[in-house]
């Protein structure tokens, strides 16, 4: 038996912590650890995770798959990559119980059975390869070998994949929709189309051209030997030092490196994706001046999903999002850690090369013109906008059968009342509470019985006037997002002759950096998202209450013996008020940073962390409320509500069994969160809607 050395110990030991919840026991048979705390298992603590991303490769396509609940089988990760692949028209006819999956782990991978458990086979990032056995076909049937019993206890070990794997079907890779990165057309859905890795990303020629264009102007300034800040100069208070020619390059590396003073978690693989999605459209407006092949360069790790690590923590927001950006741009070199799905996280040089990529080498501005600019920001800022929109869908159909619930009224819907307030947020709610609730297209029985209150309280009643200026906040940060991920955010600027003009080419030092407009239309939106959180919770009490709901206490039979709901009440009221504190606009704050050169700053990389955490937290009050309400109903039958409330009903019943006696919640509320945040509440009502009065013409 070799002895491991420590070091080669602990990193095995961080690695099984990423696979196990649990965290790990070592046994040390060294006196020099005995009655110390165990450096592994606080190795093993550091790397937990409650909510890993797996990415999965399935029929030649791609997909990143986020897991919140460990505990399920990996039967459960084939069904949500096949549900993700239908969702953007890509037809996946298998049976998820006749595959196996290969877990790949540098130059190895590793044979798993579709009932293991996720958290006992796999940890953030890795990389599963779904793999059909084949079946019979009716048009070229073709008949298998009926394996022996050894060969069956043999296909879940590594030893046996051979095997395996002359029973593969080899299906042709299917072709993802393009993106044309040219700087001006980037929608807030192609984004996080990009970011899952359900497009790609391609250059025209015109791009090009204009990209070479732009790039000659630098290399006419390089070549006569015009002083120009970012060319051949230092660095904010350090502008006014002039670098010689034949240390360009080396500057433009020097800057890329000691900018990346990054610290905290990594971002995810999908919003690792969207900021070096949105880092190629803006180069690709062509106004920074690098050269047109590192632009190519980056296409083609976009395309080929070589991530660089990028830590969360550590930009200010102006002069853009530098210390993010320069870990996206030490991929782009080769340097620091890199993720593709050939080979999971691994050296950058290492990643690159298995990928058939060689490293790019820098040229005069190249550098610079990687990491100024708010993509950090509108990175992250766009998950949490995109998710706001389905917590507000969500948070109409749950008031909606709230009211019939709780007996109220629709009379404050009428679209008399909201035409004499006409703002366009309020219109547009109430007309889709309108469709939803009691009438004559879609009746309710519970809604014709008597009713004992002739008013209905603000969380029901006001729900327009408040989550319609949610909605036109959520229409109001989707403009600024759709301007600022679409324009030129480096500095310096370079321009070109204008038409007509006899001006001469000019770089310009200017500001369209700064980050003041996303981070604050980010504040603004964490503020109007967070206030249906505050109408959920309030709503969720009153279903609670008895005095209220003239329903049993906490929505359970025998209330005593059982505690129904009365706890994850206080799981919801906990994240409200969590949120509240989160509310505090980071914009309003400023640090002046790089010795008074950079003396006001947007701090926009928080607000966008902190409204995404804000949403995350809002599609768990959203989706208890929603389970509530759904076991609500179960004391109204055998009375129904409108058909579209019943549809919503049936899909939560898909995954929730009614609560007839006490138990956990956790792995309920954690399956309604996941369809809120995959918009599968909507989807289920917009059948029975004539159109979408939330977002189409009205």
Known sequence: MVLKGIEQLVEEAAMQARAFEQPIEVEHTSDEFKGQS??????????????????????????????????????????????????????????????????????????????????????????VEIVVKKTRSSKNSQKRRTPTNSESAESNDVSGDEKTDSSVVSVPPKQLPEVDANGSSLTLDSLIRLGKGEAKLVLSEETKQKLAETRSIVDNIVDKGFVRYGINTGFGLLSK??????????????????????IGEPLSLEATRRMLALRINVLSKAFSGCNPVLVEHMVEMFNKNCLPLIPAQGTVGASGDLAPLSHLAQGVIGEGRMWSPKTGWGDAMKVLATNNMMPYRLTAKDGLSLINGTQFICGVGAEALHRAK??????????????????????????????????????????????????????????????????????????????????DTINFVEGIFTTEMNSATDNPLVFGTREG??????????????????????????????EIGNMSERRLERLCNPTCSNLPAFLVENPGLNSGFMIPHCTSAALVSENKTLCFPSSADTQSTSAGKEDHVSMGGWSARKALRV?????????????????????????????????????????????????AFTEDIEAV??????????????????????????
């Open 38 to 127: 165990s450096p592994f298992q606080k190795m093993a603590h550091s790397h937990l995770k409650t909510v890993i991303c797996v990415h999965v490769k399935l029929e030649g396509n791609n997909i990143a798959v986020p897991v919140t609940n460990q505990n399920q089988s990996l039967s459960r990760l084939a069904r949500e990559a096949i549900s993700r692949l239908e969702d953007i028209g890509i037809e996946c006819d298998m049976d998820y119980n006749q595959c196996y999956f290969k877990k790949f782990h540098r130059d190895e991978f590793y044979v798993m059975k579709s009932s293991d458990i996720i958290k006992d086979v796999l940890s953030d990032g890795d990389m």
């Open 241 to 262: 030092v002039v670098v010689e020619t034949e240390n360009l390059v080396e500057l433009q590396y020097n800057i890329i490196r000691s900018h990346c003073a990054g």
């Open 390 to 471: 389905h917590c507000l869908r969500t948070t109409i159909i749950i008031n909606a059968m709230v009211l019939d619930i709780l007996e109220g009224h629709t009379n404050a819907y009428d679209e008399r009342v909201h035409a004499i307030r006409p703002h366009n947020g309020q219109q547009r709610v109430a007309a889709t509470l309108r469709a939803l609730c009691n009438s004559a297209k879609y009746p309710s029985e519970i809604y014709e019985q008597e009713k004992h209150d002739v008013q209905d309280p603000y969380t029901i009643r006001c729900l327009p006037q408040v989550v319609g200026i949610t909605l």
């Open 501 to 530: 003009s006899s001006e001469e080419a000019d770089i310009i030092s200017a500001g369209n950096f700064h980050g003041e407009y996303p981070a604050k239309a980010l504040d603004y939106l964490t503020i109007a998202v967070h």
């Open 615 to 663: 949403v995350k937290n809002l599609e768990n009050v959203l989706a208890i409320e929603l389970i509530a309400a759904c076991q609500a109903l179960e004391f109204k039958r055998p009375l129904r509500t409108t058909e579209p409330l019943e549809a919503v009903y049936n899909l939560v019943r898909s995954k929730v069994e009614p609560f007839v006696k006490d138990r």
């Open 673 to 698: 969160q996941e369809m809120i945040e995959n918009n599968k509440i909507w989807e289920t009502v917009a059948p029975f809607l004539d159109s979408d009065p939330l977002w189409n013409e009205f």
